[in-house]
């Protein structure tokens, strides 16, 4: 008999889901700053008799009425594949119960999932199932092999311009802020207000390094990361003017990849394609694209199919209305 069980403790969760190869938005201290910012963090463990079988991190956002709440697994859950289909019921059940949720949404950190009864594949994706996901066990010489070459020149180039290390200050934190806002009022995308990035460094700590390119004294790019025992993934990254004239993003980002490399992670994970100029560069670093599974849902609520197909115009309104603070 399969049962769904509240974690309380962050060592025993974390210890988990490290030693099965879990993804870093599954660690404790990601849940930690999600619950600082509107939604509600649960773990929970999936026993078969006393044997833990799977583990769950699902985040709870409220809903206007009439739909309640949403309930989310980013790059999970983790599941024995013989159980996959009873630990999923168990979870959709008990979001269900507790939380009267219009849907279980799931992201599952696998390139090939098959969706038990009564789920369905879902467009309203949060995470992007593209992405550039590079096996760091290879050597380095192969990683270069694979890059396109004017990635490769790239890389040189800006390697002789700028000097990269891992930052811990908070005051550095805040001139990757200030570089962050300069790029996302260049490309056009929206972002959280500073205290949650400064959220995500004190509670992520050693599992969310951040690197940094200088021009002299002045940091001209940052890429900041999530990291698991096995996986890398970026999470967030920006130049200024002059970082682009460097091109700093290619040194940088190839430090990033040599770290994890050093540190003994298999995976570094460029954090989802989007179009345009970003996913052009991202593709650059290597000839083939990972399409991961996908998004899935498991309907709770007759209201399943308005919130599904109003999901999309919902974040499109309040993209606009962002842009007009």
């Known amino acids: 008999m399969i049962e769904i069980q509240r974690c309380s403790d962050k060592d025993v969760w974390d210890e988990y889901v490290l030693e099965h190869g879990g993804h870093p938005l599954q660690l404790w201290a990601w849940g930690q700053v999600k619950a600082g910012h509107g939604w509600i963090a649960e773990r929970v463990f999936a026993y078969d008799d006393e044997e833990i079988i799977g583990a769950a991190q699902i985040l709870i956002r409220k809903l206007p009425a009439p739909f309640r709440t949403f309930a989310y697994i980013p790059r999970g859950p983790l599941f024995d ?8 019921d168990r979870l959709a059940t008990l979001v269900k119960r507790d939380h009267h949720s219009v849907a279980l949404s799931i992201e599952p950190d696998l390139l090939r999932f098959e969706k038990p ?8 994706k949060i995470l992007s199932a593209e992405t550039i996901l590079l096996d760091v066990t290879q050597s380095e010489s192969d990683l270069l092999a694979n890059m396109a070459k004017k990635t490769r020149q790239y890389i040189r ?9 891992q930052i811990k200050k908070r005051e550095e934190i805040e001139q990757c802020l200030a570089i962050y806002r300069q790029t996302a009022a260049r490309a056009g995308f929206n972002l959280h207000n500073d205290q949650y ?3 995500v460094f ?6 969310s390094p951040i690197f940094a390119a200088f021009d002299g004294e002045q940091m001209v790019a940052f890429l900041w990361l999530a990291i698991s025992e096995t996986t890398a993934y970026e999470l967030y990254g920006g130049m200024n003017d002059q970082g682009q004239e460097l091109r700093a993003n ?8 040599k770290k994890v490399k050093e540190w003994g992670l298999s995976h570094y994970d460029f954090g989802g394609l989007v179009a345009g100029g970003v996913s052009n560069f991202k ?15 498991k309907p709770l ?8 197909k109003g999901l999309p115009f919902a974040k499109k309104t309040l993209q606009t209305m962002r842009r007009k603070k």
């Open 301 to 308: 609520s007759p209201l399943y199919t308005l919130w599904s």
């Open 250 to 257: 290619y040194a940088l980002k190839w430090h990033a990849i």
């Open 117 to 124: 009864e009564g789920w369905v594949h879902s467009t309203n």
């Open 202 to 207: 004190q509670q992520m700590q050693d599992y």
């Open 81 to 88: 594949d013989g159980h996959k289909d009873t630990i999923l």
């Open 197 to 199: 990035y400064l959220d």
């Open 283 to 297: 593709q650059g670093w290597s000839a083939e694209i990972t399409t991961l599974a996908g998004t899935y849902d």
């Open 157 to 165: 180039k800006s390697g002789a311009d700028v000097k990269i290390r």
